[in-house]
């Protein structure tokens, strides 16, 4: 009877997660990932095919993972933008995979593109009952809403260094700023 190689799978994806988070797809090597899961090279590609496809998979699994543990609600955006700024706070590795992603791999990934699908109908439907603003299309809102979550992780280290030395809530700034452009009109417009 042969092994079960469920282990030996659960440790390559821990140990390709990281190797991936700290050098992105063309940084990282499978030997580090074979050393640090302790197995051999051999056992990625058998388990997961190419280094190319193993990114992809950690990638999508992270992301959905995220997608699990932050509930989407169209119609209270500010809330949801708040509690995925703070899920990412505490899986620093995803913001890290997505930027690697958004970098090295500038093309759809099958199952990040189904989870968006849902959110895009919500939204739409959101804007239609007059509950979100309808000025912006719901794909640009939506990723307006991710690049407020994720604007202080992108936004230029010497920008960085001018903050203030109390820090401010950044959750808090978060939530703002999603509810400032997202809130339906009440007037007439400008």
């Given amino acids: 009877?042969?092994?079960?190689?469920?282990?030996t799978k659960r440790r390559l994806l821990r140990a390709a997660v990281d190797e991936f988070a700290r050098s992105g797809l063309a940084g990282a090597r499978v030997d580090r990932i074979a050393e640090a899961a302790s197995a051999n090279k051999r056992s990625i590609y058998m388990h997961f095919g190419t280094k190319e496809e193993l990114f992809d998979m950690v990638v999508g699994q992270s992301l959905l993972e995220l997608a699990e543990a932050v509930p989407f609600d169209a119609a209270r955006l500010p809330r949801y933008a708040g509690e995925l700024f703070s899920r990412l706070e505490e899986r620093p590795h995803v913001r890290r995979l997505a930027l690697w992603a958004a970098l090295e791999r500038p093309q759809p990934i099958d199952v990040e593109v189904e989870a968006y699908r849902a959110k895009i109908d919500a939204l739409e439907e959101a804007q239609a009952?007059?509950?979100?603003?309808?000025?912006?299309?719901?794909v640009q809102l939506m990723a307006m809403v991710l690049a407020i979550v994720t604007s202080w992780d992108t936004a230029s280290w010497s920008l960085k260094s001018l903050r203030?030395?109390?820090?401010?809530?950044?959750?808090?700034?978060?939530?703002?700023?999603?509810?400032?452009?997202t809130r339906p009109r009440t007037g007439p417009s400008i």
Avoid: K, L
């Fill in 1 to 7: 009877m042969p092994p079960d190689a469920t282990d």
């Fill in 129 to 138: 009952a007059g509950r979100v603003t309808a000025d912006i299309p719901a």
């Fill in 164 to 181: 203030p030395a109390a820090e401010p809530d950044r959750r808090a700034a978060v939530e703002a700023a999603v509810a400032g452009f």
